[in-house]
């Protein structure tokens, strides 16, 4: 099993190397994993930067002492995926954006989509955006990532038309299969660059939606037969890519 990852805001090591991870990080390694010396953990900044640690003591309730064996950067991937979510109903939201940390999705973008039952307004839109980011970073750490994906604000469609102008790749999951649309499997990828895809509603992409991300230069795109729910359609799509782009070889 690989070593289990923490996120730290900084890796300033005192004398000897040794860092003390303490506060919920430091009481999740020591009273829920119950780490022990010797043990190898990661520690990251969720931005790319991570240290390599050996445990030293685990110390009362919440406090790990380590010793860094190594700090290093993980370089920005190539081509980056971009996955533009709209709102699902209940907690598919966050279903979505942990799956998608799992598979290596690189940024998330929730987007209000005509045909959303969901609405993030006020109150209730901070703080559903405050759990999507939350997810993110707790299955970023689950996953063993130590480049969390970003989770943008959430986006209006002009928004998203504008996102997509600026694509090596636009892609939108199309499941009206009267629309023209293309298999996403067949799809000539950018070496490097970013590759956008947008996931509607249950309701799909509306037309009028569609017609004006394809005037952004988007292209309609279809998974396959069968159409998936919107929570699970963006992983799917972003592990095709993933494979295709060779970033899992």
């Given at each position: ?39 190898e ?41 971009t ?62 990532r ?104």
């Amino acid at each position: 099993m690989t070593a289990s990852v923490f996120v730290v805001e900084h890796f300033r090591a005192g004398g000897g190397g040794q860092y003390v991870l303490d506060g919920p990080e430091g009481r999740h390694a020591v009273s829920v994993k119950r780490l022990q010396p010797g043990e190898e953990v990661v520690l990251t900044d969720g931005a790319g930067r991570y240290a390599v640690c050996d445990v030293v003591a685990a110390e009362g309730k919440d406090r790990l002492v380590v010793h860094m064996t190594s700090v290093s950067e993980e370089p920005e991937p190539s081509p980056r995926i971009t996955v533009v979510q709209a709102l699902p109903k209940g907690d598919r939201g966050e279903v979505a954006v942990e799956t998608m940390t799992e598979v290596g999705v690189d940024a998330i973008v929730p987007w209000q989509a005509a045909r959303c039952i969901t609405q993030w307004k006020g109150d209730r839109g901070l703080k559903s955006l405050a759990k999507w980011r939350g997810t993110a970073r707790e299955a970023g750490k689950q996953s063993r990532r130590v480049r969390f994906p970003e989770v943008a604000d959430a986006a209006t469609t002009k928004q998203v038309a504008a996102l997509l102008a600026r694509a090596d790749l636009a892609a939108v999951l199309h499941s009206d299969f009267g629309h023209e649309s293309l298999p996403l499997a067949t799809a000539q990828l950018p070496a490097e660059g970013e590759i956008v895809l947008v996931v509607g509603p249950e309701g799909g992409v509306a037309r009028d939606e569609l017609a004006l991300f394809e005037e952004a230069g988007a292209k309609a795109y279809t998974l396959g037969p069968t159409v998936m729910r919107t929570s699970t359609a963006g992983t799917a799509a972003a592990a095709l890519l993933l494979g295709r782009t060779g970033r899992w070889s």
